[in-house]
Nanobody, 123 residues
Framework: QVQLVESGGGLVQAGGSLRLSCAAS????????MGWFRQAPGREREFVAR????????YYPDSVKGRFTISRDNAKNTMYLQMNSLKPEDTATYYC????????????????WGQGTQVTVSS
């Protein structure tokens, strides 16, 4: 079992930046990839970014590409999401998650989830 704890959310004005963190503990050797998802009220959970844990390769959907950067510190078992040029439509609860497969973009391929951290972007 892997435990995941997100932090770093908050309230920011449009155009601002935030950095989210996700600390993993437990059976961290089972991590193959990690990802960030977000969910706004009344909307489905949306894929935001993913990183393959060993190689560090990353992938983003067009909605955040060029504005968000995912990274990890293997020694600290921590993943980050640097979010720049934030927009009101980025407002959501952000979740980190663990996958046992490479390059996953579907939420169904992740089997451990954090509790979420709220990001609110004001216009």
């Amino acid at each position: 079992q892997v435990q995941l704890v997100e932090s770093g959310g908050g309230l920011v004005q449009a155009g601002g930046s935030l950095r989210l963190s996700c600390a993993a503990s437990g059976r961290t050797f089972t991590i193959v990839a990690m990802g960030w998802f977000r969910q706004a009220p009344g909307r489905e959970r949306e894929f935001v970014a993913r990183i393959n844990w060993s190689s560090g390769s990353t992938y983003y959907p067009d909605s955040v590409k060029g504005r968000f950067t995912i990274s990890r510190d293997n020694a600290k078992n921590t993943m980050y999401l640097q979010m720049n040029s934030l927009k009101p439509e980025d407002t959501a609860t952000y979740y980190c998650a663990r996958s046992r497969v490479l390059s996953p973009t579907s939420a169904q391929l992740y089997d451990s989830w954090g509790q979420g951290t709220q990001v609110t972007v004001s216009s």
